[in-house]
């Protein structure tokens, strides 16, 4: 099958086909397949066919995949713009090609394995990590599709997957590849370099009014003024519904009554034990204790320090072995125990400390528990006034009467921009679910009643757009400060570049690096044996990329680690690793090998389309659309 797959793809035209492949998955020449096929089939491969369900099922878990990235259900155009139809299409294309094969050459699946690989999916487990049919069903009939259309999708799925390990099975990643990889991963060079700050040139001086305002004509749209909306909003949660002056002092005596063991430290003891190897020893133990020995003493003979008896300040219920802690909690302070059989021999006790049960006052609770009672309290109503909000809108309020109505304040944002800044460009502060309240506000219009954001657990922001100021050009006057600071630091950059070219050329003239550090006041500094990872932590990105230009001796200038800087360099070592190998991580070669089994998999794809008449309707994935929606 090899060399025929081989043969499928030799010459320069179908090279080229394989190499697009690579770059995409994508249509596989099937834009002229668009003809004929029923507006219920999706695409026909042979005589496979592809149906609604399975397009909307695929393109159902598509859009989830994209809503965990951007943290809400994309809208149709979204969808479209993240390239979802034509990704769903090109899957469901290959997947139909390998349906087809597998027909063609006889492949099946028991049904214990089919249920055995539906059941392992963690979308239909519960909490247990068990098959729940339950879940199964909720997920099904949230995606808007059949369980016999499910299943028979994950039987084609089994199929396909029993050709695609057959042809991946033992292809391994060519040799050359692996040490091309390694060769650039380890190559270690050793490179001198000065570093020229903006202070290593004169300070600009402020330009005339032509000057800048030409600079400003040649940059307008840097200087553009975004959209900026004015925003209102209320913000409904237990803790702004949540009033303490409300509670009585009779309703926090009640809670305190009832719930007391909150407010109680339980007694606590600090305890000590020596646990013995065999009964005997214990009882030996205690009659030295009897006969006069300290405890210490005891304790160095068995083997132990004290801070190996210590077993700290404890509760009783912090002793996991009821038998010992019954006995700790029985003793006197001070007092030492009788042998007591423990779970892990026989020990005994001492009791160096007891702190009583102890129980917050009244008084020193109850600002606590009056906040609590609200919180509660709070809770109970929020329904009430989220339902008062809408019923307020609903008839007729403003925003701020709705907001009121509710118990709640309302707050305005006179202006942002999408990202979240005010016209200063600094960040509005403190605004609360900023990110979903921001893809809201820009998505509405002034005058309508949108629906509140739900954040947390029963919290609520309500939102409305007061005012819009479409994006425009700022005029010259607007922009002037910021025009002047940018001017500056483009011709500050510009001197700087002058400068480090000059350096350069004197390096390529023949100067060495020592005398351009002393004729310049600078100082030499060295980056030795980096590589292209480590080499940015003292080179920077740019700095890196120029000292891996080219070969030993390669001179070159590049923007700095530090901001604004420059710097001039001269590469002095070149060392190729010595086992490149050993610089290909493991999730590197796993890579590798991913895309080379994919590589396989897309060429036998395209073989398989040599002799598969395709078809697909534009109609039906329309209808399909509409099943997912």
Do not use: C, H
Request: zero cysteines.
């Amino acid at each position: 099958m090899l060399n025929t797959l081989r043969g499928s793809i030799s010459g320069w035209t179908a090279k080229i086909l394989l190499g697009l492949l690579v770059i995409s998955f994508a249509v596989w020449g099937i834009g002229d397949a668009f003809r004929g096929g029923s507006a219920t089939t999706v695409l026909t491969a042979g005589k496979t066919e592809v149906s609604l369900e399975d397009y909307a099922l695929a393109y159902n878990r598509a859009q989830a995949r994209l809503a965990q990235q951007i943290g809400r259900r994309p809208t149709a155009e979204e969808s479209e713009l993240f390239g979802i139809d034509q990704g769903v299409l090109s899957q469901l294309v290959a997947g139909a090609m390998l349906d087809e094969q597998g027909r063609r050459i006889g492949l099946g699946l028991s049904e214990d394995r089919l249920a055995r690989l539906i059941a392992d999916d963690p979308s239909f487990q519960d909490a247990s990590g068990n098959f729940s049919r339950n879940a199964f069903q909720a997920v099904l009939s949230n995606a808007r599709i059949q369980e016999r259309d499910y299943i028979r999708s994950q039987e084609d799925a089994a199929i396909r997957s029993q050709i695609v390990e057959a042809i991946s099975q033992g292809g391994n990643t060519p040799v050359t590849f692996e040490t091309a990889l390694g060769l650039y991963n380890g190559e270690r060079r050793t490179v001198d370099y000065i570093s020229l700050a903006p202070s290593t040139v004169p300070p600009v001086a402020d330009p005339a009014d032509d000057v800048l305002s030409a600079y400003f004509e040649q940059n307008k749209d840097r200087y553009a003024a975004p959209e900026y909306r004015s925003i209102s909003y209320a913000l409904l949660t237990p803790e702004t519904l949540s009033d303490p002056s409300t509670i009585t002092d009779e309703q926090v005596k009640a809670d305190y009554e009832q719930s007391k063991e909150r407010y109680t430290t339980p007694e606590r003891r600090r305890v000590q034990q020596i646990v013995f190897a065999d009964q005997a020893a214990a009882d030996a133990a205690k009659a030295k204790l009897e006969g006069g020995a300290s405890f210490e003493d005891v304790a160095r003979e068995a083997g132990r320090t004290v801070a190996d008896t210590d077993l700290g300040l404890v509760s009783k219920s912090e002793i996991p072995d009821a038998t010992i802690s019954d006995a700790a909690f029985s003793l006197s302070d001070g007092a030492i125990s009788d042998v007591v059989a423990g779970a892990f021999g026989p020990v005994i006790l001492r009791v160096t400390e007891i702190q009583p049960v102890g129980v917050s006052p009244l008084a020193d609770v109850s600002d606590e528990i009056r906040k609590d009672l609200a919180l509660v309290a709070a809770n109970d109503t929020a329904a009430t006034a989220y339902n008062a909000f809408e019923d307020a809108r609903a008839g007729g309020a403003s925003f701020a009467e709705a907001a009121k109505a509710a118990g709640i304040s309302a707050e305005t944002v006179p202006a942002i921009d999408s990202q979240g800044n005010g016209p200063d460009g600094a960040p509005v502060a403190e605004l609360p679910a900023a990110e979903e309240l921001l893809a809201g506000a820009f998505e509405t219009e002034p005058g309508f009643d949108n629906v509140p954001i739900n954040f947390e657990s029963n919290s609520y922001l309500f939102y409305d757009v007061v005012s819009i100021d479409p994006a425009r050009e700022r005029t010259f006057d607007e922009a002037r400060d910021r025009v002047l600071a940018d001017w500056k630091n483009d011709e500050t950059q510009r001197l700087l570049g002058e400068k480090a070219n000059a350096l350069k050329a004197e390096l390529e003239a023949g100067k060495s690096m020592d005398e351009l550090a002393a004729e310049s006041g600078l100082r030499k500094q060295t980056a030795a044996s980096i590589t292209r990872q480590s080499g940015a932590a003292v080179l920077g990105q740019d700095g890196v990329a120029a000292a891996f230009s080219g070969g030993d001796g390669t001179i070159a200038t590049a923007r700095g680690r530090e901001p604004g800087s420059q710097i001039v360099l001269k590469v002095t070592e070149v060392a190729p690793p010595a086992d490149p190998a050993a610089n290909v991580a493991a999730e590197e070669r796993q890579q590798l090998r991913s895309i080379f089994e994919n590589d396989l998999l897309q060429s036998y794809v395209t073989l398989l389309q040599n002799d598969t008449p395709l078809s697909v309707s534009p109609a039906a994935i329309e209808n399909a659309k509409a099943i997912v929606r």
